[in-house]
T-cell receptor, first 113, second 112 residues
Framework: DTGVSQNPRHKITKRGQNVTFRCDPI?????LYWYRQTLGQGPEFLTY????????KSRLLSDRFSAERPKGSFSTLEIQRTEQGDSAMYLC???????????FGSGTRLTVV | DAKTTQPTSMDCAEGRAANLPCNHS???????VYWYRQIHSQGPQYIIH???NNETNEMASLIITEDRKSSTLILPHATLRDTAVYYC?????????????FGTGTRLTVIP
């Protein structure tokens, strides 16, 4: 598989529940990013990993959000105590070299009811 | 990173060239211009990037003005599959996150 894989594609959850999303990157890519996209807006940066190290977090990443990338391979994004405002598309992207384009996954669409 | 300004929407007839403009008047000398597009319900797709010179690949051409304050993405023969939101991003390369700042982009509609 040469692409970025995200699971699940869709998630509907009740307010207050915890959810976890997974991203499987392109194996050679050591940089991994999470973005969030709401309707009508462009993607917004959440956090960035280089290998297993989480090097940057956006102000959008509240304390209810946590991301991990154990062993520098796949990554997970967990949202605790979900709120309706968390409803969005969560996108994962990876790239290898500083100049290269990012490869995005198809995203996980979260709906909090 | 410098800000970019793009038209909200554009139409293009199928088979004709689509020319998507982008203004980035505050771009600095070491900032690159990147273009991505996002087809409905998919993640963004990288198209092309450049610094000073015009660039061409199998997807598109990128024309950057000499003063680098604006650029144009050209899809030479637009097809219905090119209907998407196109994002112009100015990116400063540094040793940090290198994250991308997307705006709202240009919604291109290719008309049969």
């Amino acid at each position: 598989d040469t692409g970025v894989s995200q699971n699940p594609r869709h998630k509907i959850t009740k307010r207050g529940q915890n959810v976890t999303f997974r991203c499987d990157p392109i194996s050679e890519h050591n940089r991994l990013y999470w973005y969030r996209q709401t309707l009508g807006q462009g993607p917004e940066f959440l956090t960035y990993f280089q290998n297993e190290a989480q090097l940057e977090k956006s102000r959008l990443l509240s304390d209810r959000f946590s991301a991990e990338r154990p062993k520098g391979s796949f990554s997970t994004l967990e949202i605790q105590r979900t709120e309706q405002g968390d409803s969005a598309m969560y996108l994962c992207a990876t790239h290898e070299a500083p100049l290269g384009g990012y490869t995005f996954g198809s995203g996980t669409r979260l709906t909090v009811v | 990173d410098a800000k970019t300004t793009q038209p909200t929407s554009m139409d293009c007839a199928e088979g004709r060239a689509a020319n998507l403009p982008c203004n980035h008047s505050t771009i600095s000398g070491n900032e690159y211009v990147y273009w991505y597009r996002q087809i409905h319900s998919q993640g963004p797709q990288y198209i092309i990037h450049g610094l000073k010179n015009n660039e061409t690949n199998e997807m598109a051409s990128l024309i950057i003005t000499e003063d680098r304050k604006s650029s144009t993405l050209i899809l030479p023969h637009a097809t219905l599959r090119d209907t998407a939101v196109y994002y112009c991003i100015v990116r400063h390369l540094q040793t940090g996150a290198n994250n991308l700042f997307f705006g709202t982009g240009t919604r291109l509609t290719v008309i049969p």
